[in-house]
C-alpha cells in the first residue's frame, strides 16, 4: 500500500470493503499464502437455520494447504479522527464482523473464524497538524482491544492522499479470531 504509483491523488483504503479485501488477498498471494474471495456458501443463523450466503474470504498462509487456514467476514471503517465517537465507531464495525463471521459454518473445523476491519482514519485539512498525535491515540485504543491483532500503514507528510477537505493518511487492519479463547 506505500507503493508510489498510487500518488497523492488516490489509495487503496478510502475504496469499500471489497478493495480492501482485494489488497489482502493480494499481499496473502505474495506471501506465499493462498486466498478466495467472495464467494457462495451455505450459512447458518443462530437459530441454526442454514441459508444461501457469501463469505469475503478465505485463505491460508505457508506454501502448503496443511498451514493455518482461515474464513474471514471483513467490514470497512471511514473513522473521523477528531470524533468522540471513535471507539463506538470501531466497536460497531467490529461487531457486525463478528456477528457476519459467526454464521460461516465452521468446515469441520477446519478452518479459524475471523472478524477483519479494515480501519481508514480521515481528518479534515485544516487539522493537519494533529494527525500524528491522533494516530498515535488511534493505535493505543486498538492495542487495547482485547484478542485483536493489528497491522497498520499511515503516512503524515504533506503528500498524504486528500478527498473532498479530508486527508487519508491510512488504513489499520485489525484482526479478531471469533471462537473459544
Same mark, same amino acid.
Given at each position: 500500500?506505500?507503493? *508510489? =504509483?498510487?500518488?497523492?491523488?488516490?489509495?487503496?483504503?478510502?475504496?469499500? %470493503?471489497?478493495? *480492501?479485501? *482485494?489488497?489482502?488477498?493480494?499481499?496473502?498471494?505474495? +506471501?506465499?499464502?493462498?486466498?478466495? %474471495?467472495?464467494?457462495?456458501?451455505?450459512?447458518? @443463523?443462530?437459530?441454526?437455520?442454514?441459508?444461501?450466503?457469501?463469505?469475503?474470504?478465505?485463505?491460508? =498462509?505457508?506454501?502448503?494447504?496443511?498451514?493455518?487456514?482461515?474464513?474471514?467476514? +471483513?467490514? @470497512?471503517?471511514?473513522?473521523?479522527?477528531? @470524533?468522540?465517537?471513535?471507539?463506538?465507531?470501531?466497536?460497531?464495525?467490529?461487531?457486525?464482523?463478528?456477528?457476519? @463471521?459467526?454464521? #460461516?459454518?465452521?468446515?469441520?473445523?477446519?478452518?479459524?473464524?475471523?472478524?477483519?476491519?479494515?480501519?481508514?482514519?480521515?481528518?479534515? #485539512?485544516?487539522?493537519? +497538524?494533529? =494527525?500524528?498525535?491522533?494516530?498515535?491515540?488511534?493505535?493505543?485504543?486498538?492495542?487495547?482491544?482485547?484478542? =485483536?491483532?493489528?497491522?497498520?500503514?499511515?503516512? #503524515? +507528510?504533506?503528500?498524504?492522499?486528500?478527498?473532498?477537505?479530508?486527508?487519508?493518511?491510512? #488504513?489499520?487492519?485489525?484482526?479478531?479470531?471469533?471462537?473459544?479463547?
Amino acid at each position: 500500500m506505500g507503493d *508510489s =504509483t498510487w500518488g497523492k491523488k488516490d489509495c487503496p483504503w478510502w475504496y469499500n %470493503e471489497r478493495a *480492501s479485501i *482485494s489488497q489482502l488477498a493480494g499481499a496473502i498471494w505474495l +506471501a506465499g499464502g493462498w486466498a478466495f %474471495e467472495e464467494f457462495s456458501e451455505t450459512k447458518r @443463523s443462530p437459530e441454526e437455520m442454514d441459508f444461501p450466503g457469501r463469505v469475503d474470504l478465505m485463505f491460508w =498462509t505457508g506454501r502448503e494447504k496443511n498451514g493455518p487456514q482461515f474464513v474471514a467476514e +471483513a467490514k @470497512s471503517c471511514w473513522l473521523r479522527l477528531r @470524533s468522540k465517537y471513535t471507539v463506538e465507531t470501531i466497536n460497531h464495525s467490529f461487531n457486525c464482523a463478528i456477528r457476519d @463471521s459467526q454464521k #460461516v459454518k465452521t468446515y469441520k473445523g477446519r478452518y479459524t473464524k475471523l472478524a477483519i476491519v479494515f480501519i481508514a482514519p480521515l481528518i479534515p #485539512v485544516k487539522y493537519h +497538524a494533529e =494527525t500524528k498525535q491522533r494516530l498515535d491515540a488511534l493505535i493505543g485504543t486498538m492495542k487495547s482491544r482485547p484478542r =485483536t491483532y493489528l497491522a497498520w500503514y499511515f503516512r #503524515v +507528510a504533506e503528500d498524504t492522499p486528500v478527498h473532498n477537505g479530508y486527508f487519508y493518511p491510512g #488504513v489499520m487492519l485489525g484482526v479478531q479470531p471469533i471462537g473459544p479463547e
